[in-house]
Nanobody, 135 residues
Framework: QVQLVESGGGSVQAGGSLKLSCAAS????????MGWFRQAPGKEREGVAA????????YLADSVKGRFTISQDNDKNTLYLQMNSLKPEDTAMYYC????????????????????????????WGQGTQVTVSS
């Protein structure tokens, strides 16, 4: 059973930093897409960042470019999201997700790219971790 568990959220003031972690387990796949999504109250869930494990390509939403970095530790099966220069508009529940379709394929890479452009139909999701940024 695939499980994704997020951690690292919290409350910070604008300009601060947080590092989110997503511990993944229950799978043996490689060459797939993992991403971070967020949802604020009253808003639709949006893709923030994604990484294609088959080639290491990373994608960031325009709203977080230059501030957020997505990375992975394959040995620990952990996904990270380093968030710097946080803004109040970054306040949301942050979720990690995995997409195991089209393994080791450019199509999976494309789904990673699409994740930060509105796509959110990934197969597996964590429970989320809250990030609150005050002004």
């Amino acid at each position: 059973q695939v499980q994704l568990v997020e951690s690292g959220g919290g409350s910070v003031q604008a300009g601060g930093s947080l590092k989110l972690s997503c511990a993944a387990s229950g799978y043996t796949y490689s060459g797939f897409c993992m991403g971070w999504f967020r949802q604020a109250p009253g808003k639709e869930r949006e893709g923030v960042a994604a990484i294609y494990t088959g080639g290491g390509s990373t994608y960031l939403a325009d709203s977080v470019k230059g501030r957020f970095t997505i990375s992975q530790d394959n040995d620990k099966n952990t996904l990270y999201l380093q968030m710097n220069s946080l803004k109040p508009e970054d306040t949301a529940m942050y979720y990690c997700a995995a997409d195991f379709s089209h393994l080791h394929s450019r199509l999976s890479d494309a789904r990673c790219r699409g994740a930060v452009l509105g796509g959110n139909d990934f197969g597996y999701w964590g429970q989320g971790t809250q990030v609150t940024v005050s002004s």
